[in-house]
């Protein structure tokens, strides 16, 4: 019998995060990086704990380039090639593999086991796919830690405690939190299905921290503030796509229309990702992704200072001197708008 759970679940525009005294006396003062021990592989993560998405037009090789600069985190799109792989291995330092995964879904084991053999620098997997509720999913991520112990393992997306325990618990270190937030997703509307993402990312937080594993806070980000917000709620890391779209280093066709550059951006589930990569949408399935256009926006080093200066001044209003301590000197309160909006365009 359908039933409605009457605990109010909120999002990142429900709430503020409120001001406490601080002694920091600039920005500069507050530290970022993070180091997490991870539960399964045994080995360790530090840097910056910021990712690009594993989309096609964001979770690119020059993205990685460039986010690593910042000791950000990369996770690569699924249809790099072993050819592609090859040459961004001769190029690229030891330093960097610590930054970046190599994706796949459920019908990818052979190809994660062919690169991985030949890309041997590769420490982190992302498994990914729409449904990580799926019995074959949980399967999978079990069956992708026995071929790979000492491999650091991303597994999603789910959005309840009890499947990020399961996932870890078969293997993942790092569970992926997010269902239908995403700017160029349009699972909640095809399908009805979802978790307002703050909830999300407070409840998983919290299961798998009691097990010795890790999130993701993965879609629903549109400012800094969001970010900031996320790593509030519990968040290990924050993942970003429509964020860093429009990039320089972001893929995509670059357009002209009535003066105006813009890039392409689509969800990895849309129509045009589907059409690109398996020749269409399945007469089975709907699409659960938009295809768009943003404006070109540059370099990506501007977004991550903009990101990152965000966050450290998050920090300083309450007076976290460390990423690490933002979370506990949290206090989120309910509010009705976020801004000021009247001389937004």
């Known amino acids: 019998m359908p039933r409605i759970d009457q605990d109010v679940k909120l999002d990142f525009k429900d709430v503020l995060i409120r001001p406490k005294r601080s002694t920091l006396k600039s920005r500069s003062d507050v530290d970022l990086n993070r180091t997490y021990p991870f539960r399964n592989s045994k080995k360790e993560y530090t840097g910056v704990p910021i990712m690009a998405a594993n989309m096609d037009t964001v979770g690119t090789f ?15 799109h699924k249809h790099y090639t072993l050819q592609d792989w090859e040459q961004f291995d001769k190029t690229a330092t030891d330093e960097m593999y610590e930054k970046i995964a190599i994706s796949g879904g459920t019908g990818d084991l052979e190809r994660l086991t062919e690169i991985i053999h030949y890309i041997t620098r ?11 509720y799926s019995e074959h999913f949980i399967h999978f991520v079990e069956k992708v830690r026995r071929h790979f112990p000492e491999h650091t393992i ?7 405690p009890e ?13 992926k939190v997010g269902i239908g937030p995403g700017s160029v997703c349009t699972t909640r509307v095809k399908t009805g299905i979802g978790y307002p993402q703050l909830s999300a990312v407070m409840e998983c937080a919290d299961a798998a921290h009691g097990l010795g594993g890790h999130i993701i806070s993965d879609g629903g980000c ?51 990702a589907m059409e690109k ?24 080093v501007v ?3 903009d990101i990152l200066g965000g966050v450290r001044s998050t920090c300083t209003y309450v007076g976290a001197s460390k990423l690490k301590e933002l979370s506990k000197r949290t206090t989120f309160i309910r509010v009705t708008q976020q801004e000021n909006r009247v001389f937004s365009s």
Not at 163 to 175: P, Y
Request: glycine letters at 14%.
């Open 62 to 76: 020059n993205m990685a380039n460039a986010l690593g600069k910042f000791d950000m985190f990369t996770c690569m």
């Open 122 to 132: 590769i420490k982190y997997i992302c498994l990914d796919v729409a449904n990580g």
């Open 154 to 160: 991303i597994a999603g997306n789910v959005v309840t």
């Open 163 to 175: 499947i990020v325990e399961e996932l870890i618990l078969k293997g993942a270190d790092i569970v």
């Open 222 to 272: 549109t400012c800094p503030g969001d970010v900031a917000k996320a790593f509030g709620a519990g968040a290990d890391f924050v993942m970003l796509g429509g964020m860093l779209a429009g990039h320089d280093q972001s893929d995509g066709e670059l357009i002209e229309r009535n003066g105006q550059k813009l890039k392409e951006f689509y969800g990895m589930s849309s129509k045009t």
């Open 277 to 300: 990569h398996v020749g269409g949408v399945a007469e089975y399935r709907a699409s659960e992704g938009k295809a768009v256009t943003v404006p070109y926006k540059g370099d990506v």
């Open 303 to 305: 977004t991550c200072r």
